[in-house]
Protein backbone atom coordinates (compact mmCIF):
# COMPACT_ATOMS: atom_id res chain seq x y z
CA UNK A 1 0.00 0.00 0.00
CA UNK A 2 1.02 3.34 -1.04
CA UNK A 3 1.35 5.64 2.03
CA UNK A 4 2.48 9.54 2.57
CA UNK A 5 3.82 10.72 6.15
CA UNK A 6 4.43 14.43 7.00
CA UNK A 7 6.54 14.27 10.17
CA UNK A 8 6.22 17.75 10.93
CA UNK A 9 2.17 18.15 12.66
CA UNK A 10 2.86 22.26 13.00
CA UNK A 11 5.47 24.59 11.73
CA UNK A 12 5.70 28.46 12.19
CA UNK A 13 7.80 30.73 9.91
CA UNK A 14 8.28 34.20 10.21
CA UNK A 15 7.10 37.08 7.24
CA UNK A 16 9.42 37.01 4.88
CA UNK A 17 11.18 34.14 5.76
CA UNK A 18 11.56 30.49 4.21
CA UNK A 19 10.19 27.75 5.57
CA UNK A 20 10.46 24.15 4.88
CA UNK A 21 7.96 21.30 5.00
CA UNK A 22 8.85 17.47 4.61
CA UNK A 23 6.95 14.65 2.90
CA UNK A 24 7.92 10.78 2.64
CA UNK A 25 6.35 8.10 0.91
CA UNK A 26 6.25 4.79 0.54
CA UNK A 27 5.58 3.47 -3.16
CA UNK A 28 7.07 0.57 -4.97
CA UNK A 29 5.84 2.00 -8.13
CA UNK A 30 8.46 3.59 -10.62
CA UNK A 31 6.10 6.20 -12.40
CA UNK A 32 3.86 8.90 -10.41
CA UNK A 33 3.50 12.18 -9.48
CA UNK A 34 3.45 14.50 -6.21
CA UNK A 35 1.38 16.84 -5.46
CA UNK A 36 1.37 19.54 -2.61
CA UNK A 37 -2.07 21.06 -1.15
CA UNK A 38 -3.15 23.72 0.45
CA UNK A 39 -6.10 23.93 2.53
CA UNK A 40 -6.35 27.16 4.19
CA UNK A 41 -9.78 27.97 7.08
CA UNK A 42 -12.05 27.87 4.09
CA UNK A 43 -11.63 24.28 3.84
CA UNK A 44 -11.58 24.63 0.27
CA UNK A 45 -8.08 23.06 -0.79
CA UNK A 46 -5.88 24.31 -3.58
CA UNK A 47 -3.37 22.69 -5.48
CA UNK A 48 -0.17 24.52 -4.85
CA UNK A 49 2.41 22.37 -6.93
CA UNK A 50 2.98 19.15 -8.65
CA UNK A 51 5.85 16.98 -9.99
CA UNK A 52 6.27 14.32 -12.49
CA UNK A 53 8.63 11.29 -10.97
CA UNK A 54 10.11 11.00 -13.98
CA UNK A 55 11.83 14.24 -14.10
CA UNK A 56 14.47 14.99 -12.49
CA UNK A 57 14.14 19.01 -12.06
CA UNK A 58 12.49 20.28 -9.57
CA UNK A 59 9.26 22.32 -9.98
CA UNK A 60 8.40 25.70 -8.88
CA UNK A 61 5.49 28.27 -9.03
CA UNK A 62 6.67 31.36 -8.16
CA UNK A 63 7.74 31.71 -4.00
CA UNK A 64 7.13 27.89 -4.13
CA UNK A 65 9.52 25.31 -4.92
CA UNK A 66 10.23 21.54 -4.48
CA UNK A 67 13.08 19.13 -3.19
CA UNK A 68 12.00 16.10 -4.95
CA UNK A 69 15.03 13.17 -4.20
CA UNK A 70 13.55 10.18 -5.59
CA UNK A 71 15.70 7.56 -3.95
CA UNK A 72 14.94 8.51 -1.00
CA UNK A 73 11.28 8.88 -1.56
CA UNK A 74 11.18 12.61 -0.17
CA UNK A 75 9.38 15.72 -1.39
CA UNK A 76 9.91 18.48 0.77
CA UNK A 77 8.06 22.17 0.02
CA UNK A 78 9.98 25.29 0.08
CA UNK A 79 8.00 28.26 0.77
CA UNK A 80 10.08 31.83 0.01
CA UNK A 81 9.34 35.27 1.40
CA UNK A 82 6.73 33.61 3.61
CA UNK A 83 3.42 36.08 3.54
CA UNK A 84 0.79 36.05 5.83
CA UNK A 85 -1.59 34.27 3.52
CA UNK A 86 0.58 31.10 3.58
CA UNK A 87 -0.88 30.69 6.73
CA UNK A 88 -2.87 27.16 6.00
CA UNK A 89 -2.86 23.20 6.31
CA UNK A 90 -0.33 21.73 3.59
CA UNK A 91 -0.67 18.22 2.40
CA UNK A 92 1.33 16.09 0.60
CA UNK A 93 -0.11 13.84 -1.89
CA UNK A 94 1.05 10.91 -4.22
CA UNK A 95 -0.93 9.26 -7.58
CA UNK A 96 0.18 6.45 -9.24
CA UNK A 97 -0.04 7.07 -13.21
CA UNK A 98 -3.44 6.02 -14.63
CA UNK A 99 -2.79 2.81 -16.37
CA UNK A 100 -4.94 0.24 -17.49
CA UNK A 101 -7.12 0.07 -14.43
CA UNK A 102 -7.61 3.87 -15.18
CA UNK A 103 -8.00 6.89 -12.40
CA UNK A 104 -6.60 5.95 -9.40
CA UNK A 105 -7.37 8.45 -6.35
CA UNK A 106 -4.60 10.84 -4.31
CA UNK A 107 -3.09 9.39 -1.06
CA UNK A 108 -2.74 12.27 1.15
CA UNK A 109 -0.77 12.63 3.92
CA UNK A 110 -1.95 13.96 7.14
CA UNK A 111 -0.79 17.20 6.84
CA UNK A 112 1.31 20.35 8.53
CA UNK A 113 -0.46 23.57 9.97
CA UNK A 114 1.77 26.00 8.71
CA UNK A 115 1.36 29.34 10.98
CA UNK A 116 3.18 32.85 9.73
CA UNK A 117 4.22 35.44 12.38
CA UNK A 118 3.73 39.04 11.37
CA UNK B 1 -21.25 27.48 -11.35
CA UNK B 2 -17.62 29.25 -10.34
CA UNK B 3 -16.14 26.25 -8.43
CA UNK B 4 -17.40 22.97 -6.71
CA UNK B 5 -20.64 23.60 -4.45
CA UNK B 6 -21.31 21.46 -1.40
CA UNK B 7 -24.03 21.87 1.11
CA UNK B 8 -25.14 21.95 3.82
CA UNK B 9 -21.86 23.36 4.99
CA UNK B 10 -23.20 22.01 8.61
CA UNK B 11 -24.92 19.05 9.55
CA UNK B 12 -25.51 18.24 12.70
CA UNK B 13 -27.20 15.12 13.39
CA UNK B 14 -28.36 12.12 15.64
CA UNK B 15 -26.65 9.01 16.30
CA UNK B 16 -29.11 6.51 13.50
CA UNK B 17 -30.23 9.10 11.15
CA UNK B 18 -29.08 8.72 7.79
CA UNK B 19 -28.08 11.99 5.92
CA UNK B 20 -27.37 13.27 2.67
CA UNK B 21 -24.57 15.21 1.35
CA UNK B 22 -24.74 16.81 -1.83
CA UNK B 23 -22.21 18.24 -3.85
CA UNK B 24 -22.53 19.94 -7.56
CA UNK B 25 -19.04 20.08 -9.53
CA UNK B 26 -17.78 22.60 -11.52
CA UNK B 27 -19.61 22.52 -14.72
CA UNK B 28 -18.22 20.00 -17.53
CA UNK B 29 -16.03 18.22 -15.28
CA UNK B 30 -16.52 14.32 -15.73
CA UNK B 31 -14.67 13.23 -12.57
CA UNK B 32 -15.84 13.54 -9.31
CA UNK B 33 -14.50 12.58 -6.05
CA UNK B 34 -15.42 12.17 -2.45
CA UNK B 35 -13.09 12.51 0.38
CA UNK B 36 -13.28 12.04 4.01
CA UNK B 37 -11.28 14.28 6.08
CA UNK B 38 -10.97 13.51 9.96
CA UNK B 39 -9.93 15.42 12.99
CA UNK B 40 -6.02 14.91 13.04
CA UNK B 41 -6.20 12.51 9.79
CA UNK B 42 -5.29 13.08 6.31
CA UNK B 43 -8.22 12.88 3.32
CA UNK B 44 -9.45 9.47 3.00
CA UNK B 45 -10.45 8.35 -0.50
CA UNK B 46 -14.32 7.22 -0.56
CA UNK B 47 -15.40 7.08 -4.17
CA UNK B 48 -14.79 8.10 -7.70
CA UNK B 49 -17.26 8.83 -10.09
CA UNK B 50 -16.26 8.95 -13.84
CA UNK B 51 -19.52 10.40 -15.67
CA UNK B 52 -22.18 8.66 -13.76
CA UNK B 53 -20.75 5.60 -13.08
CA UNK B 54 -18.37 4.79 -10.40
CA UNK B 55 -15.63 2.10 -11.02
CA UNK B 56 -13.79 2.72 -7.71
CA UNK B 57 -16.21 2.51 -4.21
CA UNK B 58 -12.97 0.93 -2.44
CA UNK B 59 -12.86 3.21 -0.09
CA UNK B 60 -16.32 3.22 1.09
CA UNK B 61 -15.72 2.30 5.06
CA UNK B 62 -18.83 0.52 5.11
CA UNK B 63 -22.54 -0.29 3.95
CA UNK B 64 -23.83 2.43 5.54
CA UNK B 65 -22.12 4.69 3.22
CA UNK B 66 -23.26 4.96 -0.72
CA UNK B 67 -23.06 7.78 -3.36
CA UNK B 68 -24.55 8.33 -6.30
CA UNK B 69 -24.44 10.71 -9.44
CA UNK B 70 -27.22 12.06 -11.54
CA UNK B 71 -26.71 13.55 -15.03
CA UNK B 72 -23.01 13.45 -14.75
CA UNK B 73 -23.62 16.56 -12.61
CA UNK B 74 -24.67 16.36 -8.81
CA UNK B 75 -23.50 13.90 -6.66
CA UNK B 76 -25.08 12.47 -3.50
CA UNK B 77 -23.33 11.01 -0.36
CA UNK B 78 -25.76 9.11 1.67
CA UNK B 79 -24.98 7.84 5.33
CA UNK B 80 -27.17 5.65 7.06
CA UNK B 81 -27.56 5.14 10.51
CA UNK B 82 -24.76 7.23 11.29
CA UNK B 83 -22.51 6.52 14.10
CA UNK B 84 -20.26 9.17 16.04
CA UNK B 85 -17.17 7.84 13.88
CA UNK B 86 -18.80 9.04 11.31
CA UNK B 87 -17.78 13.13 12.53
CA UNK B 88 -15.92 14.67 10.00
CA UNK B 89 -15.49 16.91 6.85
CA UNK B 90 -16.80 15.49 4.07
CA UNK B 91 -14.62 16.77 0.58
CA UNK B 92 -15.63 16.65 -3.24
CA UNK B 93 -13.84 17.49 -5.60
CA UNK B 94 -13.88 17.35 -9.15
CA UNK B 95 -11.57 17.09 -11.98
CA UNK B 96 -11.91 18.35 -16.18
CA UNK B 97 -11.73 14.61 -17.43
CA UNK B 98 -10.39 12.38 -14.89
CA UNK B 99 -8.19 10.93 -17.50
CA UNK B 100 -4.47 12.21 -16.63
CA UNK B 101 -2.74 11.67 -13.33
CA UNK B 102 -1.91 14.91 -13.03
CA UNK B 103 -5.05 16.84 -13.73
CA UNK B 104 -5.95 19.26 -10.76
CA UNK B 105 -8.76 18.75 -8.36
CA UNK B 106 -10.62 21.23 -8.15
CA UNK B 107 -12.15 21.33 -4.22
CA UNK B 108 -15.47 22.28 -2.38
CA UNK B 109 -15.47 23.59 1.08
CA UNK B 110 -16.61 20.24 2.52
CA UNK B 111 -19.98 20.16 4.66
CA UNK B 112 -18.88 19.47 8.59
CA UNK B 113 -20.61 16.22 9.91
CA UNK B 114 -21.23 15.96 13.56
CA UNK B 115 -23.22 12.80 15.04
CA UNK B 116 -24.16 13.25 18.54
Known amino acids: AQTVTQSQPEMSVQEAETVTLSCTYD???????LFWYKQPPSRQMILVIR??????QNATENRFSVNFQKAAKSFSLKISDSQLGDAAMYFC???????????????FGKGTRLSVIA | GAGVSQSPSNKVTEKGKDVELRCDPI?????LYWYRQSLGQGLEFLIY????????KSGLPSDRFSAERTGGSVSTLTIQRTQQEDSAVYLC??????????????FGSGTQLSVL
Open chain 2, 93 to 106: ASSPTGGLTNEKLF
Open chain 1, 27 to 33: TSESDYY
Open chain 1, 51 to 56: QEAYKQ
Open chain 1, 93 to 107: AYRITFGFSGNTPLV
Open chain 2, 27 to 31: SGHTA
Open chain 2, 49 to 56: FQGNSAPD
